[in-house]
């Protein structure tokens, strides 16, 4: 079959190459895709992901039998709509039930209902009203803007300092909604769930990813500095309560409410004290978690999209070796970084995912803030960190930083 994989990043650099190893499927394309996935993909980066006239019209003309949608926007402004409507299968939600990302609002008041263990929240949609609030919340406080950030849009407040700059950051005009939450203490974690409106089938693996730019969960919220699987210290038991309490509940909550979602469900969680509780959702594989956990599973990852589709029994299979991956973004990120810098030292085997190269003649230079992933598998935690760093070291390049503590929470 032909698979389209749409998005650039390394979400989609892994879920071409893992598609790739898929008896099922003997052509994939990805639009725009990226330089580093052209052995792989038939990529056609003169076609921008927010071209939904171009894309859909692409897929009909190369008799496209699956889309996969790799990023959140393409999702929230309703491309699985426009390629369902003349008749492309497509794994990713329509833009209706897509809004569990897209609108953290949306999101919140739908837990709300159905009672989905989630942190307490006040929604504020003016800078006015959100000044007069932090003078009195309980701190630390968190602040979410609505709507799409790109993992950036989310400040945690220690004290009321900190809050007012939240604010004078999340309203650049007066008007304008973000959720303030309850700060929830406890250890995070990141499991991907597949649905098909009330079929839900959760991932036996769960990931832990790391969002802060420095190392001991320093500096701002990044889209994902790293992260590693399997996450040796959270119980199944966990995992099933998530299952129990969040997963299966959400799927249902959406089909009651009238949407339709076919994907991948992202629960980004937090281990409380009355047990696992949402902090976000996302309609689609996280990154950089998709690159450790696709990396792992041994399955085929094609043909349980089918079997999802179908309602069918979906037994994933798993590597005995632990996946550890490590980000190398640009100097400067998640604020301004320089671009065109030379980046070389690494191969294209499965060993590094690309989420910010492009080629110039023969080099590679950068082209975003996460730059590329560095993989590395072990029989443990701590010998996948260590070949993670290892295939970190072999990359040449004075404009990327990253961090060196990718995992050690797992390691005792």
Known sequence: MKVLVIGGGGREHVLAHKLSQSPLVNKIYSIPGNDAMAHIAEVH??????????????????????????????????????????GIKVFGPNQAAAQIEGSKLFA????EKYNVPT??????NNKQSALEYVKHCEYPVVLKKDGLAAGKGVI??????????????LYPEEDGIVVFEQFLEGEEFSLMTFVNGEYAVPFDCIAQDHKRAFDNDQGPNTGGMGAYCPV?????????????????????????????FFG???IGAIITNEGPKVIEFNARFGDPE???????MESDLMQHIIELDNRQPIHFNWKKESVVGVMLASKGYPGAYTKGQTVSGFNLDGTYFVSGLKKEGSTFVTTGGRVILALGEGEDITSAKASAYEAVEKIESDALFYRNDISNKAIK
């Open 45 to 86: 980066t003169e076609i921008a992901e927010t071209n939904h006239e171009e894309i859909v019209k692409f897929a009909k003309s190369q008799q496209i039998n699956w889309v996969i949608i790799g990023p959140e926007q393409p999702l929230t402004e309703g491309l699985s709509d426009k390629l369902q409507d003349e």
């Open 290 to 296: 998709a690159q450790v956990l696709l990396t792992r």
């Open 232 to 260: 040796p210290h959270i119980g199944d038991d966990i995992l099933k309560q998530t299952n129990e309490t969040i997963a299966q509940p959400i799927a249902n909550a959406l089909v009651t409410e009238g949407y339709h």
């Open 156 to 169: 945690i407040a220690m004290n009321h300092k900190e809050a007012l700059d939240g604010i004078d950051e």
């Open 108 to 111: 919140k008041q739908l837990m």
């Open 119 to 124: 942190a307490e929240y006040k929604e504020i």
């Open 264 to 266: 991948v469900l992202y």
